[in-house]
Every structure is written in C-alpha cells, then in structure tokens.
C-alpha cells in the first residue's frame, strides 16, 4: 500500500520562500515518477512539478520555472518542493503524487495513480 504523506506547508509573505516534504512508504520507489500538483479552491487541481526517482530527471510547469525546484532524498523516501519568489497565486493545497510513468511531461492529474492528502500553502499579498 502506497503512502504519501505531506507536511512543511502554511503561511507565507510574497516574495518568501517555503518547503514542502512528502515521504512515501509501502513500495520501492525505484522506478516511480513523483509530482506535485497544487489546487486553489474552485479550480482543477494543475501539474507542478515532477522528479524521476532513480534518475533525478526534473519537469516543471511554465508557471513555476525558475522559481519551485524539486528534489529527492533517496534515503529518507522523501520529495522536496522548495518554493521560491512566491506569489498570491501560489496559493493553493499542495499535494504529492506518485506512479509508474515514462514520460517526464505527464501533467494529466488522471494518469497519476498514488495521492497524498495535501498540504495548505497561502502566500498572503
């Protein structure tokens, strides 16, 4: 059984900077992609970014280049979503998710298998 559980969100000035964590458990991760997907209240849930677990390979949404960088920490079964410079918009539940996916630019919610229960990140203005 796939567990993703989130945490580090909460309440951020624009312009500051916040981390995100998701650690997994219940499978080898080895031949997963991770991602995180963020959805503001009244809008579908939209594609972040994504990491390839064993070869680091990053994705990201034009809206966040340059500023959200993923990673991973093989040791600890843990993904990282740094946020950097962030924005009003940025507000949204983060969540992490998790399947067996080829391609890196995969940003269809409905082909990601395993969901963690989000964590809440408010960028005030």
């Known amino acids: 059984q796939v567990q993703l559980v989130e945490s580090g969100g909460g309440l951020v000035q624009a312009g500051g900077s916040l981390r995100v964590s998701c650690v997994a458990s219940?499978?080898?991760?080895?031949?997963?992609?991770m991602g995180w997907f963020r959805q503001a209240p009244g809008k579908e849930r939209e594609f972040v970014a994504s990491i390839a677990w064993s070869s680091g390979s990053t994705f990201y949404a034009a809206s966040v280049e340059g500023r959200f960088t993923i990673s991973r920490d093989n040791m600890k079964n843990t993904v990282y979503l740094q946020m950097n410079s962030l924005k009003p918009e940025d507000t949204a539940a983060y969540y992490c998710?998790?399947?067996?996916?080829?391609?890196?630019?995969?940003?269809?919610?409905?082909?990601?298998?395993?969901w963690g229960q989000g964590t809440q990140v408010t960028v005030s203005s």
């Open positions: 998710t998790a399947s067996i996916i080829r391609l890196s630019n995969v940003v269809r919610s409905t082909a990601w298998e395993h």
């Open positions: 219940g499978r080898t991760f080895s031949t997963y992609r």
